[in-house]
Every structure is written in C-alpha cells, then in structure tokens.
C-alpha cells in the first residue's frame, strides 16, 4: 500500500522568509506521480504542480519550487520570499495506480506580516 | 461551468435524516473522485468513477454512504440515517482520462449533523 507523510503539521514564518515543506512518500511502484496542491481559508483544492516519478529534474515556477528525489522518495516544496497570501493548508499527494490520489496529512503554513 | 461545482456548499441536518449532495465535474472529464475532509484534518478517499467502469468503493466508512454517477457526468454522494461524526466537508474532484492526470477540485460542502 502507499503512504504519504508530511512531518511538520503546522510552520509558521515571517514575510520574505523561505520556507520548506517536507513530503516523503512510500511506495513500492516503479511508476508513479506526485503532486501538491495548495488549500487556502476558502477550502477548494489548487493544484500545483504534478511529477511523474520518471523525471527527477526540480522545477521553479515563480517563488515556488520543487525538489524530488527518489533516493529518499521525498517530495519537498520550498517557497521563497513568502508572502502573508501563500498562508494555507498543503497537502503532497500520491497516484500509485488509476488516478486516485492518496495525499499526506497537510501542513498549516502561516505567514506573518 | 468552468470547475468543479458542489451543492449545496453547506448543510445542516438532524441526526437520523438521510443527506444527498450534488457534484457537477469538468466537462468532459471522466474520472470523478468523492473525499472526505474532517475539522483539521487530511483528505479521506471516498469513492472514485472512471467512465463506465465500475467504481472504486473502497474508501466508504460505512453502508451508510453510497454514491451514483448518472450519464457519466453528475454524481450525487448519498449518507442515510446521518450521524454526529459524519459531520466534514465533503469534496468532489474530476480528471480527465488517464493515469496520474492532475485532478480539479470543487469548493467543498460543508455537512454539519446536529
């Protein structure tokens, strides 16, 4: 079966900090994607971003970044320059087999003025 | 519509009475997803439709809980004889065909059992 983890439950930082989500997932498919989604106060669903796991190379998209590496079957995504409108909810999420997505816990980001 | 659309977007029912809520996916996407998001915390799977296949069911907490997708397109999520701890929102995703393609969330509604 597949797991997602995401450690920190909650982080909190100031504005213009960098600030880093940790995702380990586990599963035993050679074939499989990965993504994050952003959930903020207003409660819908944002995707981010989606990797398959043949493709290793990190991508940055604006502030946002992302570093997957399967040696350690993680999934981190690391914010830079934070602003007060990055504050929510991110769940890291996994599709091993069909599309159902299994997502890891969330982590509560709050960014501070 | 554009997105996913979910009704009503909040809910409130006596314990005991029989609850449907509404998703409307993306036109032309065929998978169709039901979650289940509890007061802080992760995303509980549910239910899953793909085309004409027969769905995934494996997430539903109880024969309470049942789901249809009619024409391949709506889907009405169903829970009899509700109770205190169905109480979350309840979140409708689709996608279009094909393995690890990115789903698109509706807004959610919010059941509360009292």
């Known amino acids: 079966a597949q797991k997602v983890t995401q450690a920190q439950t909650e982080i909190s930082v100031v504005e213009k900090e960098d600030v880093t989500l940790d995702c380990v997932y586990e599963?035993?498919?050679?074939?499989?994607?990965l993504f994050w989604y952003k959930q903020p106060p207003s409660g819908e669903l944002v995707f981010l971003i989606r990797?398959?796991?043949?493709?290793?190379q990190n991508e940055i998209s604006g502030r946002y970044s992302w570093n997957f590496q399967k040696s350690t079957s993680s999934f981190n995504f690391t914010i830079t320059a934070s602003q007060v409108v990055d504050s929510a909810v991110y769940f890291c999420?996994?599709?091993?087999?069909?599309?159902?997505?299994?997502f890891g816990g969330g982590t509560r980001l709050m960014v501070k003025p | 519509g554009a997105g996913v659309s979910q009704s009503p977007s909040n809910k409130v029912t006596e314990k005991g009475k029989d609850v449907e809520l509404r998703c409307d996916p993306i036109?032309?996407?065929?998978?169709l997803y039901w979650y289940r998001q509890s007061l802080g915390q992760g995303l509980e799977f549910l239910i899953y439709?793909?085309?004409?296949?027969?769905?995934?069911k494996s997430g539903l907490p109880s024969d309470r809980f049942s789901a249809e997708r009619t024409g391949g397109s709506v889907s009405t999520l169903t829970i009899q004889r509700t109770q205190q701890e169905d109480s979350a929102v309840y979140l409708c995703?689709?996608?279009?065909?094909?393995?690890?393609?990115?789903?698109?969330f509706g807004q959610g509604t919010r059941l509360t059992v009292v």
């Open positions: 990797r398959n796991s043949f493709d290793e």
């Open positions: 036109s032309g996407h065929t998978a």
């Open positions: 439709f793909q085309g004409n296949s027969a769905p995934d």
């Open positions: 999420a996994l599709i091993v087999t069909g599309n159902m997505l299994t």
């Open positions: 995703a689709s996608s279009v065909r094909g393995r690890g393609t990115e789903a698109f």
């Open positions: 599963t035993r498919d050679t074939t499989y994607y």
